[in-house]
């Protein structure tokens, strides 16, 4: 998925700004936004700040998507693992009457790894998102204060 993500205006702006330097804060974001609006056409600019645009439009639907998913799914997930620990302790009775401390911990095992798992992958995939969107967002607005540059200048 996050194959999509990579925008080619996304790391064209994202090499501008390396040769360009750090940009930190609104003068050095205004500077570039300056520098690109000398260097690029209005057509060429126009065409990055859509191409970023429909990369937002992207992870604004995608996210929300995803999070169902994981919402449905999860249920399911430890309902299932659920079932088979039922069936696992079935099996194993007499372990279960000899010794509870085990039992216990294959309880633990069997469904707190994977749902630990499963809450990693969402947090670090929810994270990612998230700081791709500001990037995006953060072009987004300098290629449209370029683009005021090239009109006024």
């Known amino acids: 998925m996050i194959q999509l993500l990579k925008n080619d205006s996304l790391q064209y702006l994202k090499a501008l ?12 974001k205004i500077e570039f936004a300056k520098e690109i609006s ?5 057509q060429k600019i126009k ?5 970023l645009f429909t990369t937002k439009e992207l992870i ?3 996210v929300p998507v995803m ?8 249920p399911i997930i430890v309902t299932l693992l659920a079932l088979v620990l039922t069936f696992y302790l079935d099996f194993n009775l007499e372990v279960l009457r000899e010794n509870q401390s085990e039992t216990l911990r294959v309880i633990l ?3 707190g790894v994977p749902l630990l798992f499963l809450y990693i992958i969402m947090f670090y995939g929810f994270f990612r998102f998230i700081r791709i ?9 300098i290629c ?10």
């Open 47 to 51: 065409l990055i700040r859509q191409n």
């Open 144 to 153: 449209d204060l370029a683009l005021e540059e090239s009109r006024e200048g």
């Open 109 to 111: 095992v069997n469904i």
């Open 60 to 62: 604004q639907k995608f």
């Open 17 to 28: 700004a390396e040769a360009f330097g750090e940009i930190k804060g609104f003068d050095s």
């Open 38 to 42: 000398r260097s690029h056409s209005d």
């Open 67 to 74: 999070y169902s998913i994981f919402g449905f799914i999860l």
């Open 133 to 141: 969107f500001i990037i995006v967002s953060t072009f987004i607005s």
